[in-house]
């Protein structure tokens, strides 16, 4: 009777051991079993392993792809901006093993590391580079976390900055900058179409030139649309060819300058008519010396102007007298 106790005590006992000893592996993970502590190199697959009670101690490591978002870094880019990035990480545990004995805890060794490469990759950009060439950084990003972690068993799928935060100056500054880039092409595409348009018209000005009825046809067609609005206003052209022409005849009609008259020669005759009529009228010219020996009395005309008369002479006064009316002789 104690000896069938004893047996169902020690097959219990089995059985308990054999329960404990049992574990299941998920797909999505792998096995790491150390026995005595000392990592044993087979790996454990999907499914249901047996492990030796007491001795034998199994780590489970997920082997799927893990989305790690990297916080905000702050740091100024090679041509003196201020910028806040951050960015997401993807990665996954490509050997067990060493990442489940090389690093302690593997996902928090990869986010610190993640970081210090973003501050770095932020310190080597340009701000254009962070805002239009992401491509080729997110590239060096991956490349720089992807360095330390293949010794721990990581493999980084992919790295991509989100999102780079400006200053507010910064994104004024920006938002003139593309205006101005804006009015430049608007400008260089008007420029472009006046010019077509010149050289049009220019070959439509030759095609007119050799033949002047085409221009009188369009002068009657731009007349047709002008009439055809509702106004009481009708425009008539005058042909260019017309104005010449009257420039043209008015340059040939008009006279030449007439030389001006020679000074030399006698020129005593006009002085004296001009003499003779800014002198005043009603005023006699007084006698001298002489005129009174002569025994020359002037007379008054009715214009005023003295003249000599032929009286009979007279006695000299004993000095200069003026002038006595002719009904006194």
Do not use: C
């Not at 799927?64 to 870094?73: D, E, H």
């Not at 990003?141 to 200053?167: C, F, N, T, Y």
């Not at 067609?221 to 420039?247: G, H």
């Amino acid at each position: 009777m104690d000896i069938n106790i004893v047996l169902g005590v020690i097959a219990f006992l089995l059985v308990l051991l054999a329960v404990t000893g049992v574990r299941v592996v998920n797909q999505v993970e792998r096995g790491v079993v150390f026995r005595f502590g000392r990592a044993q190199p087979q790996i454990r697959q999907p499914g249901i392993r047996f492990l030796i009670p007491v001795v034998d101690a199994m780590r489970k490591v997920n082997v799927q792809i893990v989305t790690m978002p990297v916080p905000t870094q702050e740091g100024i880019t090679r041509d003196n901006v201020s910028v806040r990035v951050d960015a997401v990480a993807y990665f996954r545990v490509q050997d067990p093993m060493r990442a489940a004995i090389e690093v302690q805890n593997y996902e928090f060794a990869v986010e610190q590391v993640a970081q210090t490469s973003l501050r770095s990759i932020i310190g080597k950009s340009e701000l254009d580079d962070l805002l239009t060439n992401r491509e080729e950084l997110n590239k060096g990003l991956a490349l720089m976390i992807d360095s330390p972690a293949l010794g721990w068993g990581i493999h980084i799928d992919r790295v991509e900055i989100k999102d780079v935060q400006l200053p507010e100056t910064m994104k004024r500054s920006i938002a003139r900058q593309a205006e101005a880039e804006r009015e430049r092409r608007s400008r260089v595409i008007v420029a472009d179409g006046e010019l077509l348009a010149a050289r049009k018209l220019a070959d439509a000005s030759g095609i007119m030139s050799q033949t002047p009825g085409a221009l009188q046809l369009r002068l009657l067609q731009t007349v047709v649309e002008v009439a055809a609005e509702k106004n009481s206003t009708l425009i008539m052209p005058l042909p260019v060819e017309l104005l010449r022409f009257f420039d043209r005849a008015s340059q040939h009609g008009t006279p030449p300058a007439e030389p001006q008259a020679a000074t030399t020669g006698p020129t005593m005759a006009p002085a004296a008519a001009d003499a003779e009529r800014v002198q005043p009228k009603g005023r006699q010219p007084a006698l001298t010396e002489h005129d009174v020996a002569e025994g020359e009395q002037p007379a008054l005309t009715e214009h005023g102007v003295a003249e000599p008369s032929s009286t009979a002479p007279r006695e000299k006064p004993a000095g200069l007298a003026p002038a006595r009316p002719a009904d006194d002789a």
